[in-house]
C-alpha cells in the first residue's frame, strides 16, 4: 500500500497538487521499528518523498511551480539543479515585497541552502552563493547590488570568510561566507556585460547599474578594465553625434569600422585627433595596430596610432582637397 501510496504521488504531473500528496504523506506510517528489510527501504523512499515534497514547497513559495516527478529526476544532475536554483532566484528578484529587501534575500539563501542540503545534495554548497550573488547583482535594484557586496571579495589583499554556511547553520545577521576573488571579479563583470548590453544609451540608467556592480572590486584587472573603456567610449562616440547602441559597439567585430563611422558622420572629427586616439584606446585597438611609417613626411606612428591615423588623414584630404 505505501508503495503504491508512492507511485500515485511521483505519477502526478500537476504542480497544483502539493496539499493532497501533503495528506497521503500524513496517511503513511512513520515508525520503522521491527520492519523488514523491503519495508525499511520503503520508508527511505517516504523520507525522500517528504524531501521532494519540502523542495517544491519552496519552488511554489517563490513562483518556480515544478511536478514532483521532476524534482526527484533531475536530484543528482549538477547541471540541471544549478539551472533550477537559477531560475528559482531570477524569478523570486522579480517579485513584489512587503518587507525589507534585505530580510526576502536573506529567507531566499537560506530556502536555496535547504533546497541543496534536503535534495540537492550534488551542487556544492558555494554554488548556492554564485547562484544567490549573481542574481542579486542582476536584480536591476541598486540596494541589491551593494548587498551583494558583502558575499564577495573585493580585493586580493582581502581573504575569503570561511567555509560556505549549510543548510544547517544557524543564520547570522551577515553572510557567513564569501565567493573567492576570481569568481566575485566574474560575477560583477557578467552582471556589468548584462546591463550594458541591454542599455539604450551612454545615459540609461542600466550603464549606472553597470558602473555599481564593476565598483564592488577595488582592484582593476583586466576584465573589469576592458568594461570600463568600452563605458567611456561610448560618451565620446555619443558626443561626435553617432547614434549606436552600447551593443552594437560592444559586437562590432572591427572597431576600426567605428572610427571610420565617426570620421564619416561628423566631417570636423579629423580636427580632433587626441579625441580619436583617445577613442582608439579605449575600443582596444593599440594592440592590433602596428606601427605605420610615412616616409614623405618624415613621421612614424606608435603602435595604436597609425591605422587611426591613416583615417584621419583620408576624411581631412576629401575634406580639404
Excluded at 6 to 24: F, M, N, S
Excluded at 46 to 66: F, P, R, V, W
Excluded at 249 to 255: A, G, P, Q, W
Amino acid at each position: 500500500m505505501m508503495s503504491l501510496a508512492l507511485k500515485c504521488v511521483y505519477a502526478c504531473e500537476r504542480c497544483d497538487q502539493l496539499d493532497a500528496a501533503d495528506k497521503i504523506l500524513e496517511c503513511l506510517p512513520m515508525g520503522t521499528a521491527g520492519l523488514s528489510e523491503e519495508l525499511l527501504v520503503v520508508h527511505k523512499d517516504i523520507d525522500k518523498l517528504e524531501d521532494h515534497l519540502s523542495a517544491m514547497e519552496i519552488l511554489n513559495l517563490y513562483g518556480t511551480q515544478k511536478p514532483i516527478s521532476h524534482i526527484r529526476n533531475i536530484q543528482d544532475s549538477p547541471a540541471e539543479a544549478k539551472q533550477l536554483m537559477v531560475k528559482l532566484t531570477r524569478g523570486a528578484s522579480r517579485q513584489p515585497s512587503s518587507g525589507s529587501q534585505e530580510t526576502f534575500w536573506r529567507n531566499l539563501l537560506q530556502h536555496l541552502l535547504t533546497l541543496r542540503g534536503r535534495v540537492f545534495t550534488c551542487v556544492e554548497p558555494s554554488t548556492c552563493y554564485q547562484v544567490f550573488t549573481e542574481s542579486l547583482l542582476c536584480s536591476g535594484q541598486e540596494a541589491n547590488i551593494q548587498l551583494a557586496s558583502q558575499l564577495l571579495t573585493s580585493s586580493l589583499q582581502t581573504p575569503s570568510r570561511s567555509e560556505p554556511q549549510t543548510s544547517k547553520a544557524t543564520p547570522t545577521s551577515g553572510f557567513s561566507y564569501q565567493l573567492p576573488y576570481d569568481k566575485s571579479v566574474e560575477l560583477v563583470v557578467h552582471a556589468a556585460r548584462e546591463y550594458f548590453n541591454s542599455a539604450a544609451n551612454y545615459r540609461d540608467k542600466d550603464m549606472t547599474l553597470a558602473r555599481s556592480c564593476l565598483a564592488l572590486i577595488k582592484e582593476r584587472p583586466p576584465a573589469i578594465q576592458s568594461e570600463l573603456n568600452l563605458f567611456s567610449s561610448l560618451e565620446i562616440i555619443e558626443g561626435c553625434g553617432l547614434d549606436l547602441l552600447p551593443l552594437q559597439v560592444r559586437l562590432c567585430e572591427n572597431k576600426l569600422d567605428i572610427i571610420k563611422r565617426v570620421l564619416e558622420e561628423c566631417p570636423d572629427a579629423y580636427k580632433q585627433s587626441k579625441k580619436l586616439f583617445r577613442l582608439a584606446h579605449l575600443l582596444g585597438l593599440d594592440g592590433v595596430e602596428t606601427p605605420v611609417a610615412m616616409p614623405t613626411a618624415g613621421i612614424t606612428m606608435a603602435p595604436g596610432q597609425g591605422h587611426t591615423s591613416i583615417l584621419i588623414a583620408n576624411a581631412a584630404i576629401k575634406v580639404c582637397p
